[in-house]
């Protein structure tokens, strides 16, 4: 098994422990919401309080795992009792929302993924942006440049547009990674050039 099979595996464990672990206490404690990359206030802090001051022996006990979102270099979010997460599913980037037991509730392609053939600098395919979710929609920069947002509701798109062809602006060598930034009612984000 090559190393960087090894390393998704890894990751993929993690996000799933992750997010079983904030979507267990999200369930018991109704958890604040996590809508964007790094929190709420995007500084990595949780608002939540009452948390365990110690893990028990061997670590939190896993509940539940979510498979099939395919591959990714992004984090979940959890808004108002459902997650959202990314992922490279064959040679499409998609968006999955479940529910806090693991069901699907949603789907949607946002476009083509990164990979070889569109991004012949990365080792690492997969998708690099977390969604951002305000009020009702959901924000989404796709590795190629495509910005686009979808109703939290059912995944349908609403508006859309291509950084590289609307902007000129350029891909980046390892893509575009940024998970926009929404203030008001502006969808903030770097198109490069």
Known sequence: MSKQVQFIRRRVAILTVFVVTVGVQAGRAHAADWPQ???????????????????????????????????RYSSPVIVQGRIYITGKVKDYLKILCFDLSGNKIWETTHGRAYDGETAPHSPCPGVRSTPTVHEDMLFLLGCLGK?????????????SMDLVADLGGRIPPWGYAESVLVDGDKVICTPGS
């Open 37 to 71: 990359f790094r929190g709420p206030n995007r500084d990595g802090k949780s608002p939540e309080t009452g948390l365990l001051k110690q893990w028990p022996a061997g670590g939190p006990r896993l509940i539940r795992t979510i498979r099939g979102f395919g591959h």
């Open 147 to 159: 910005l686009a947002a979808y109703r939290i509701s059912d995944g349908k798109q609403i508006w």
